[in-house]
């Protein structure tokens, strides 16, 4: 499976994609094609959104090959692009419904639950989305992505001081926010 290439084999695509290799690139895009889409969505909040978000990260990333500097993670330099484009697209975007928030519940589910299960994520989702830009993206590199703060520092070309702040913000934030929905649950 390439998402278990060791680094050698990543350095060695990465080399061969700076030099214009199509096929070495395309490797890359499936190794780390789950991890970009996931990010987006996270920044987002929309699938559809998240699937254009990560075509024109991978486009960018191809389009600034020859500029990646090897001193830095590729995954962090990547999920930078990502986070830039997904930031781009909700710039120009308008919210859409999103067809998985649409409660469906079969016969044999409780109907109660199965609503307030949907609000809770809803609730959540919700949360994580109103978050200051900033703050959102390095808690979707920390919590959904497990990122190091020193691999968010160069995703976000912060400080890990300024990593930190901002983590320790949204998570206070969004205990403030879902606080009433711990007290329920």
């Not at 960018?60 to 692009?81: C, D, G, H, T």
Request: hydrophobic share 45%; proline share 4%; glycine share 4%.
């Amino acid at each position: 499976m390439l998402a278990d290439i060791t680094v050698a084999e990543e350095s060695r695509l990465i080399a061969l994609a700076q030099q214009g290799d199509r096929g070495a690139f395309g490797d890359l895009v499936c190794r780390y094609r789950t991890g970009v889409v996931n990010v987006v969505y996270r920044m987002c909040g929309d699938p559809c959104l998240a699937e254009d978000a990560a075509q024109v990260a991978f486009i960018r990333a191809w389009q600034n090959m020859p500029k990646f500097q090897p001193r830095a993670a590729f995954r962090s330099w990547l999920y930078r692009i990502a986070i830039n484009a997904a930031l781009d697209m909700l710039r120009r975007e308008k919210p859409a419904v999103d067809i998985d928030d649409l409660p469906l519940v079969s016969p044999v589910e409780k109907v109660e639950a199965h609503v307030e299960q949907q609000e809770r994520a809803r609730q959540v989702k919700q949360a994580v989305l109103s978050l200051p830009e900033a703050s959102r993206a390095a808690l979707v590199l920390r919590e959904y992505e497990g990122l190091s703060y020193q691999e968010i520092a160069v995703a976000l070309d912060i400080s890990t001081g300024t990593v930190m702040s901002r983590l320790n913000y949204a998570r206070q934030r969004l205990v403030e926010m879902l606080n009433p929905l711990l007290e329920e649950a």
